[in-house]
């Protein structure tokens, strides 16, 4: 029995960074999260990992207009991408700029910029979209 909540664990540990990075944020995030830690730990596991996952999932949804109103302050340019905005998506080596994301919105290890003039967060070594901010 151990056994397979172990490796139940180990799968769904290793799918919810992914899913956490879904359209959907740190709603997505604490989903992801509490299923898993309900399969590894019962209804104690369920709400660590919605926290946990909630954590993992990006700026909060109800943080993101907050974060839109400090990006829009910052003045940051726009970049002029001519594909679709979304998560997932690379953005080109060259052209552009990135920027930390204030520590208020507990995200690190992520950047920011703009895109078709709409904030997004970006995994600096890969430039992938992990967030679109709404």
């Not at 989903?31 to 990006?58: E, K, L, M, R, Y």
């Not at 109103?69 to 979304?86: A, D, F, G, N």
Request: aromatic share 6%; net charge positive.
């Amino acid at each position: 029995m151990s056994k397979k909540l172990l490796l139940a664990g180990a799968v769904l540990a290793s799918l919810a960074p992914a899913a956490a990075f879904a359209q959907g944020g740190a709603a997505a995030g604490a989903a992801t999260g509490a299923v898993g830690g309900a399969v590894v730990g019962g209804p104690v596991g369920a709400a660590v990992g919605g926290v946990t996952g909630a954590i993992v999932g990006g700026i909060a949804d109800q943080q993101q207009p907050e974060f839109r109103q400090y990006v829009t302050t910052q003045s940051v340019p726009s970049y002029t991408y001519k594909e679709e905005v979304r998560v997932g998506a690379v953005l080109p080596e060259s052209g552009v700029t990135y920027h930390e994301v204030p520590a208020q919105y507990k995200v690190k290890g992520y950047k920011y910029t703009v895109v078709n003039n709409t904030p997004v967060l970006v995994e600096p070594s890969s430039r992938k979209i992990v967030q679109v901010i709404h």
